[in-house]
């Protein structure tokens, strides 16, 4: 290459050398300075520096933060998954009735002994593959929008949660299930999923393939990519992380209800678009995500340290998400103009 | 009553559209970024008569017609409408101003009645401010009696067939008491009968003093139908001529009589053992018995305008669409080829007609766009990419092509088409492809990288890889090729060698 080309086109676009996750990361920074000044205002306290409020945010947003990782895969490939929230109730339901204690009255299968916890936890991801199998298939070779591919579904697996124990919750589960949501445990494993789904996205085909679906669907089948297939891959990994976070709630309250996770598939699209993941597919990242996750953790925190009314804090929430596509839908935009 | 000043402005009227036609446009000129599309165009349509546009593809017949219906606003030059000067803002515009245009792919709101689709905006309202179904009924019923449609105004058009459909849009415009009526192509789709009913209906318009634009390719069409017709080529004006003072070689000459440039650097190279051969590929409705071979180191090149389906042959080759019957054989071997992955095992590889739509990913960078097709076949290891391997090929490829990037981390989107294109040939280069099939290599790209592009299409055949190029440029195919093939709608209608070739034997076979 030679030096003339570099400087004929380099000049005017170094600022977008940085990656896209600094803006968002700048974003976050900012967010967290503007509490932290409220919090001197009207508290007279410190909102970032206090240790217990900082672990109990990260541990609120860490559940749904696991569904994001899955979400943002669907998204980026093209799609939505609007089914996850009710594969969450779904999963802790079935999970939890293979994890209660056999000495317990009210048992679903009182014949069952304590079972190892590996064993509710692969019946859970089990349900969940089935899930994203269906949805998969729906959207793949149906071919209806995935907008109405997982509304479907996600009706449809919140009455099965519900059908289960008509409408009784299931409760005691033995130590090693309840050990999955104790302590820190929801965010050692978003943490660990984040950084798998992280390397996959960046380093393997699997992602590589998503990405290319996700800005050119036609384009990727004529490179030779199985399209189809491979969008049923997404959807299965999207739903087996819903339902882990399913199997993470469970745990953590030693106890499943049929109406949990409801919204949280809301909760999880949002951080992905705040983490500047496009709804038009092709753009964002696992990281990105993360951020968006934590920006979406100290607003909410934010606005109960400052004791703002929860139903202020819901239409916040709707607004910001709002915000964060059109910001989304205006790039895209300018892009479009100056190519 | 008239005053005498208004009689006279009437009739001063009535004498400027006399003496400049319904419509007159002069020195229109439409940039796109890279391309000339319009240089100093002229048009006049009277009232009155049928009047034909013809040009090969990409002359500029269809950036006039979108100017004239509002669709586009030309950068320079004037429109006068009944003599006036007139701005047509949006086709919305054009259309209150009297201008109505038929589009090729029609614009029918498919799950409307007939009716409705005809009177949208205007309907006609009941004493509660409803819309008043029955009289709208009436009035479509009166509107195709006139024009002796025979539709039921009930009709949901989704039921409709292409040339009912076409009647509806007629009778539209018709319904808007439009000067000027735009059609593009309307017979493409169109039996025999259809067409009879078709031309019954221009007949009938032009007899009630209605200027109609009549675009087509069908020189048979054109002494059918036409009073005068005015060609275009290279988005210039030709000239304009009365139907019944030309032959069609008169016709075709003006199309094409362009001077061939020595810019293609077409070498004789070996040519040596047939490796591809196709023998009556049929996709019903789209192409038949579409049968050639194509040899190592040849290039092919597959001409014929705008419907004679070549890039559906290019598809159905590399399976995005696979045909319904016929064989295909490589080395001599028959092959079934569903899927482009199946293509790409054969050693095939396919440059897309549409670069934005189906061959960048434009919001992944350079080195994602070049690596895609690569690494479905081979440099996975375990599910990861060997991205050190692939990173170095694909630096290697860029730099043979000379893509001009600052690195291979450059969004897509900010490179310029030729880049693009160049990118895109570079991704079907690393898969080290035996057969390549390029639709439209070249399209939209300037002049530097065309030949840079031709420069290494030549190499390739050098080097004994069989090239089908498909092209709507007449000098591209005949500097490049060393056999043509040209198609005329779904039909393979014959082959010219390199030696025999010319535009106009090119034109005769692709215009029937």
């Given at each position: 290459?030679?030096?003339?080309?570099i400087?004929?086109?380099?000049?005017?676009?170094?600022?977008?050398?940085?990656?896209?996750?600094?803006?968002?990361?700048?974003?976050?920074?900012?967010?967290?300075?503007?509490?932290?000044i409220?919090?001197?205002?009207?508290?007279g306290?410190?909102?970032?520096?206090?240790?217990?409020?900082?672990?109990?945010?990260?541990l609120?947003?860490s559940?749904?933060?696991?569904?994001?990782?899955?979400?943002?895969?669907?998204?980026?490939?093209?799609?939505?998954?609007?089914?996850?929230g009710?594969?969450v109730?779904?999963?802790?339901?079935?999970a939890?009735?293979?994890?209660q204690v056999?000495t317990?009255?009210?048992?679903?299968y009182?014949?069952?002994?304590?079972l190892p916890?590996?064993?509710?936890?692969l019946?859970g991801?089990?349900c969940g593959?089935?899930?994203?199998?269906i949805?998969?298939?729906l959207?793949?070779?149906?071919?209806?929008?995935p907008?109405?591919?997982t509304?479907g579904?996600?009706?449809?697996?919140?009455?099965?949660?519900?059908?289960?124990?008509?409408?009784?919750?299931?409760?005691?589960p033995?130590?090693?299930f309840?050990?999955?949501?104790?302590g820190?445990?929801?965010?050692?494993?978003?943490?660990?999923v984040?950084?798998?789904?992280?390397v996959?996205?960046?380093?393997?085909?699997?992602?590589?393939?998503?990405?290319?679906?996700?800005?050119?669907?036609?384009?990727?089948r004529?490179?030779?990519?199985?399209?189809?297939r491979?969008?049923?891959?997404?959807?299965?990994?999207?739903?087996?992380?819903?339902?882990?976070?399913?199997?993470?709630?469970?745990?953590?309250?030693?106890t499943?209800q049929a109406?949990?996770?409801?919204?949280?598939?809301?909760d999880?699209i949002?951080?992905a678009?705040?983490?500047?993941v496009s709804?038009n597919?092709?753009?964002?990242?696992?990281?990105?995500t993360?951020?968006g996750?934590?920006?979406?953790?100290?607003?909410?925190?934010?606005?109960?340290?400052?004791?703002?009314?929860?139903y202020?804090?819901e239409?916040?929430?709707g607004?910001?998400?709002?915000?964060?596509?059109?910001?989304?839908?205006?790039?895209q935009?300018?892009?479009r103009k100056t190519? | 009553m008239?005053?005498?000043?208004?009689a006279?402005?009437?009739?001063?009227?009535?004498a400027?559209?006399?003496?400049?036609?319904v419509?007159?446009?002069?020195g229109?000129r439409?940039e796109?970024?890279?391309?000339?599309?319009?240089?100093?165009?002229?048009?006049?349509?009277r009232?009155?008569?049928v009047h034909?546009l013809?040009?090969?593809?990409?002359a500029?017949?269809?950036t006039?017609?979108?100017i004239?219906?509002?669709?586009?606003q030309?950068?320079?030059?004037?429109?006068?409408?009944?003599?006036?000067v007139?701005?047509?803002?949006?086709?919305?515009?054009?259309l209150?101003?009297g201008?109505?245009?038929?589009?090729?792919?029609l614009?029918?709101?498919?799950?409307?009645?007939?009716?409705?689709?005809?009177?949208?905006r205007?309907e006609?309202k009941?004493?509660?401010?409803?819309?008043d179904h029955?009289?709208?009924?009436?009035?479509?019923?009166?509107?195709?009696?006139?024009l002796n449609?025979?539709l039921?105004?009930?009709a949901?058009?989704?039921?409709?067939?292409v040339?009912?459909?076409?009647?509806v849009?007629?009778?539209k415009?018709v319904?808007?008491?439009?000067?000027?009526?735009?059609?593009?192509?309307?017979t493409?789709?169109l039996?025999e009968?259809?067409?009879?009913?078709?031309?019954?209906?221009?007949?009938?318009?032009?007899?009630r003093g209605?200027?109609i634009?009549?675009?087509t390719?069908?020189?048979?069409?054109?002494?059918?139908?036409?009073?005068?017709f005015?060609?275009?080529r290279?988005g210039k004006?030709?000239?304009t001529?009365?139907?019944?003072?030309?032959?069609?070689?008169?016709?075709?000459?003006m199309?094409?009589?362009r001077?061939i440039?020595n810019m293609?650097?077409?070498?004789d190279?070996?040519?040596g053992?047939?490796?591809?051969?196709?023998?009556n590929?049929t996709l019903?409705?789209v192409?038949?018995?579409?049968s050639?071979?194509?040899?190592?180191?040849?290039?092919?090149?597959?001409?014929?305008?705008?419907g004679s389906?070549?890039?559906n042959?290019?598809?159905a080759?590399?399976?995005?669409?696979?045909?319904?019957?016929?064989?295909i054989?490589?080395?001599?071997q028959e092959?079934?080829?569903?899927?482009?992955?199946?293509?790409?095992?054969?050693?095939?590889?396919?440059?897309?007609?549409?670069r934005?739509?189906?061959g960048?990913?434009?919001?992944?960078?350079?080195?994602e766009?070049i690596?895609?097709?690569l690494?479905?076949r081979?440099?996975?290891k375990?599910?990861?990419?060997?991205?050190?391997?692939?990173?170095?090929?694909?630096?290697?490829?860029a730099?043979?092509?000379?893509v001009?990037?600052?690195n291979?981390?450059e969004?897509v989107?900010?490179?310029?088409?030729?880049?693009q294109?160049?990118?895109l040939?570079?991704?079907?280069?690393?898969?080290?492809?035996?057969?390549?099939?390029l639709?439209?290599?070249?399209?939209?790209?300037?002049?530097?990288?065309?030949?840079?592009i031709?420069?290494?299409?030549?190499?390739?055949a050098?080097?004994?890889?069989?090239?089908?190029?498909i092209?709507s440029e007449?000098?591209?195919v005949?500097?490049?090729?060393?056999?043509?093939?040209?198609?005329?709608?779904?039909?393979v209608?014959?082959?010219?060698?390199?030696?025999e070739?010319?535009?106009?034997?090119i034109?005769?076979?692709?215009?029937?």
């Amino acid at each position: 290459m030679s030096s003339q080309d570099i400087t004929a086109r380099a000049a005017p676009r170094s600022h977008r050398k940085l990656p896209a996750e600094v803006n968002i990361l700048l974003v976050l920074i900012g967010i967290a300075v503007v509490f932290e000044i409220l919090g001197w205002i009207f508290q007279g306290q410190s909102f970032l520096f206090s240790w217990n409020r900082l672990k109990i945010m990260i541990l609120q947003v860490s559940v749904i933060g696991i569904i994001a990782v899955g979400v943002t895969q669907v998204i980026i490939s093209g799609g939505i998954d609007l089914s996850s929230g009710s594969v969450v109730g779904a999963v802790a339901m079935v999970a939890m009735s293979f994890a209660q204690v056999s000495t317990y009255a009210r048992a679903v299968y009182p014949a069952l002994t304590d079972l190892p916890m590996i064993v509710p936890l692969l019946i859970g991801l089990g349900c969940g593959a089935v899930v994203g199998l269906i949805n998969g298939w729906l959207i793949a070779y149906t071919k209806i929008p995935p907008f109405i591919a997982t509304l479907g579904t996600m009706v449809t697996v919140r009455g099965f949660a519900k059908w289960y124990t008509k409408g009784q919750p299931i409760s005691f589960p033995t130590e090693g299930f309840a050990w999955i949501g104790s302590g820190m445990m929801p965010v050692v494993i978003f943490i660990l999923v984040a950084a798998i789904f992280h390397v996959a996205m960046k380093y393997t085909r699997y992602g590589k393939f998503t990405y290319a679906i996700g800005a050119n669907a036609q384009a990727a089948r004529v490179s030779g990519i199985d399209v189809e297939r491979h969008l049923v891959k997404v959807y299965v990994i999207a739903a087996m992380l819903a339902a882990l976070a399913g199997m993470v709630v469970a745990a953590r309250g030693q106890t499943a209800q049929a109406g949990m996770g409801l919204a949280y598939e809301l909760d999880a699209i949002a951080m992905a678009v705040i983490g500047g993941v496009s709804l038009n597919g092709g753009r964002g990242s696992i990281l990105g995500t993360a951020i968006g996750m934590i920006i979406f953790g100290v607003i909410i925190s934010g606005f109960t340290f400052l004791r703002l009314d929860a139903y202020y804090q819901e239409m916040i929430k709707g607004a910001i998400v709002v915000a964060a596509v059109v910001a989304d839908v205006h790039r895209q935009r300018k892009r479009r103009k100056t190519s | 009553m008239v005053s005498p000043r208004t009689a006279a402005a009437i009739d001063r009227v009535h004498a400027a559209t006399e003496r400049e036609g319904v419509l007159s446009i002069s020195g229109i000129r439409k940039e796109f970024p890279g391309v000339l599309a319009l240089d100093d165009v002229q048009l006049r349509i009277r009232p009155g008569t049928v009047h034909a546009l013809m040009g090969e593809n990409g002359a500029g017949k269809s950036t006039l017609m979108k100017i004239i219906a509002g669709v586009y606003q030309p950068d320079a030059g004037e429109i006068r409408l009944r003599g006036q000067v007139v701005a047509l803002k949006s086709p919305l515009d054009a259309l209150e101003q009297g201008i109505s245009m038929i589009h090729q792919e029609l614009a029918l709101m498919n799950w409307m009645t007939v009716a409705e689709n005809i009177w949208i905006r205007r309907e006609p309202k009941n004493r509660f401010g409803l819309i008043d179904h029955n009289k709208m009924a009436q009035m479509t019923a009166d509107l195709f009696d006139r024009l002796n449609i025979r539709l039921d105004p009930r009709a949901q058009v989704s039921e409709l067939t292409v040339a009912q459909k076409q009647m509806v849009e007629i009778a539209k415009a018709v319904s808007h008491n439009s000067d000027v009526l735009i059609m593009d192509e309307p017979t493409s789709a169109l039996t025999e009968r259809e067409v009879d009913h078709l031309f019954a209906i221009i007949r009938d318009l032009r007899s009630r003093g209605i200027g109609i634009v009549y675009i087509t390719h069908k020189m048979n069409e054109l002494f059918e139908i036409a009073d005068e017709f005015t060609v275009f080529r290279d988005g210039k004006y030709v000239g304009t001529h009365n139907a019944s003072d030309v032959t069609r070689d008169d016709i075709i000459r003006m199309m094409v009589g362009r001077e061939i440039t020595n810019m293609f650097p077409k070498v004789d190279c070996p040519i040596g053992e047939t490796i591809l051969e196709v023998r009556n590929l049929t996709l019903p409705g789209v192409f038949h018995d579409v049968s050639f071979s194509l040899r190592r180191g040849e290039i092919l090149g597959l001409a014929g305008l705008v419907g004679s389906k070549r890039s559906n042959v290019a598809e159905a080759l590399f399976g995005v669409t696979p045909v319904e019957s016929g064989q295909i054989l490589i080395d001599g071997q028959e092959v079934a080829i569903r899927t482009p992955a199946q293509a790409m095992a054969h050693g095939m590889a396919f440059l897309t007609e549409d670069r934005k739509e189906t061959g960048c990913f434009l919001t992944l960078d350079c080195l994602e766009n070049i690596q895609s097709a690569l690494i479905t076949r081979s440099h996975v290891k375990n599910g990861f990419v060997q991205q050190a391997e692939v990173t170095r090929l694909a630096e290697d490829m860029a730099k043979t092509l000379r893509v001009k990037t600052p690195n291979l981390q450059e969004t897509v989107e900010n490179l310029s088409g030729g880049n693009q294109q160049k990118l895109l040939i570079a991704r079907w280069l690393l898969t080290k492809p035996r057969i390549l099939i390029l639709d439209e290599p070249t399209r939209g790209i300037d002049v530097g990288a065309k030949s840079e592009i031709h420069r290494l299409i030549t190499e390739l055949a050098a080097q004994g890889v069989a090239v089908l190029m498909i092209s709507s440029e007449l000098p591209e195919v005949l500097g490049m090729s060393d056999r043509i093939m040209v198609m005329h709608e779904g039909h393979v209608s014959g082959f010219l060698d390199r030696a025999e070739a010319d535009q106009v034997k090119i034109m005769s076979l692709a215009a029937k």
